[in-house]
């Protein structure tokens, strides 16, 4: 018994098919992250993120508990 069309297309991304459109767009899948410079990016931002949730939570915590 073969196997129809319409079901494979559901697998099609797990056979080593076309990139998923998500990918192609937040450019997870290309050369240019695993290269010095992609790295240094990505720690970068995750610096950058890191320091403005902390900075976020400061502040929140200075007016939350700052006496009156």
Do not use: Q, W
Request: hydrophobic share 40%; proline share 1%.
């Amino acid at each position: 018994m073969e196997p129809s069309t319409a079901t494979s297309a559901r697998y099609e991304r797990f056979n080593g098919g076309a990139h998923s459109a998500g990918a192609a767009v937040l450019g997870l899948g290309g050369r240019e992250c695993v290269s010095s410079r992609g790295i240094a990016g990505k720690a970068s931002g995750a610096v950058a993120a890191l320091l403005s949730i902390y900075i976020i939570g400061y502040l929140t915590g200075y007016y939350i508990h700052r006496c009156t």
